[in-house]
């Protein structure tokens, strides 16, 4: 039995912007970092491992990166290209700390140098995250296209499943293993090793329990929202520190705790017209909320010490935010809205280019 994409959802967007929030939160919200930390890194990774189309894709690894590579380089260029475009604006504001100011030639560099994925512009701190979720996708889709092919050739279909997850396992054993040596690879490929099984463990609900939703309920919700609170709160455990992954193989246990907690969650929220249809908006612009909302931050940050202070206080050039504990309502809904916006906005411009031009 090959699984199939299913047609898009607004749950999995709804999922999508819990994710998106909770991603905000981690990084703008002092007293909510370590709860979040715990599983927005791996919802991500489990909502594309669910939506994997085998039958589109299952023969054809190559094309399923390629597929995930064009509708997100483009994008990423774009976005670090402005934040490379507004870098002198940050200095001289004060919004940056001990970054030279770029000339003309800089500039230029830098734009280009995030072509291949390694520009170094703080507002896109938060794009590390794409590079990893390319590559954790190429090798999740190199690992059913070894479970099919060997299965096939060795006359055992049956084996295909088994075949993946052996696959999937062995690469995020490698991953573990480097990051419990705290041993880093250029373009965090160390955590794109440690997440290849939690796209299995979606591929395996899609296969196995498609009707998982009847599962996912308030008390469920509640449950395992206790549980990571404990685990963080008295255990003092984090998912993502200083670019690594850790506890170890516990990463999966709680990762898995803190995705049923958001799929659970997503169930509740899909009950409520009005707050499954902003939720599936943020899901919608979740690209560009990861890419602008460093820069959103920011920017608060210069309107709060130009209008409100009236002043520059040392701790304006703070990364990402200069102010949590008095603004952190503000980051989260501007950091959410206004990317939100701008996808809104880039989108329906592209529909209009793109049906002009045809």
Request: hydrophobic share 50%; glycine share 8%.
């Amino acid at each position: 039995m090959n699984p199939t994409a299913p047609s898009r959802s607004p749950y999995w967007d709804i999922v999508k912007g819990l994710g998106i929030i909770a991603i905000v939160l981690g990084h703008s919200c002092y007293f909510a970092v370590g709860f979040v930390y715990l599983f927005h890194l791996a919802l991500f990774f489990f909502v594309s491992g669910y939506l994997y189309s085998e039958k589109k894709y299952g023969d054809a690894p190559f094309a399923f990166f390629g597929n995930r590579f064009a509708g997100t380089w483009p994008r990423y260029v774009f976005y670090t290209s402005c934040f490379v475009l507004l870098h002198n604006f940050f200095v001289t504001q004060g919004l940056y700390s001990g970054q030279e100011l770029y000339n003309h030639t800089k500039m230029l560099a830098q734009i280009c140098t995030n072509i291949s994925f390694t520009g170094s512009e703080p507002a896109q701190g938060a794009l590390w995250f794409i590079p990893a979720w390319l590559a954790a996708s190429g090798l999740f889709g190199a690992a059913v296209w070894f479970g099919r092919t060997f299965s096939r050739r060795i006359g055992k279909p049956e084996l295909k499943v088994w075949l993946i997850g052996f696959a999937c396992a062995s690469i995020g054993a490698a991953g573990v293993f480097l990051n419990m040596r705290q041993v880093g690879i250029a373009y965090n490929l160390h955590a794109s090793l440690v997440v290849v099984p939690v796209y299995f463990f979606a591929y395996l609900l899609r296969l196995h329990c498609p009707d998982f939703k009847k599962y996912t309920t308030w008390y469920g919700c509640v449950i395992s929202a206790i549980a990571l609170y404990f685990i963080n709160a008295k255990m003092g455990i984090y998912i993502l520190l200083d670019g690594m992954v850790i506890p170890g193989a516990w990463f999966y246990v709680i990762s898995l705790i803190g995705i049923y907690f958001c799929l659970s969650l997503g169930t509740l929220m899909e009950r409520f017209n009005a707050a499954s249809r902003f939720l599936s908006f943020l899901g919608r612009y979740s690209f560009e909320i990861m890419a602008v909302h460093f820069a959103v931050f920011k920017l608060v940050d210069y309107f709060y010490a130009k209008l409100w202070l009236r002043s520059v206080p040392e701790n304006l050039a703070g990364f990402p935010t200069g102010f949590s504990h008095e603004l952190w309502p503000v980051y989260l809904i501007a950091g959410t809205l206004i990317p939100a916006f701008i996808g809104w906005i880039s989108t329906r411009i592209s529909r209009f280019l793109f049906s002009a031009a045809s």
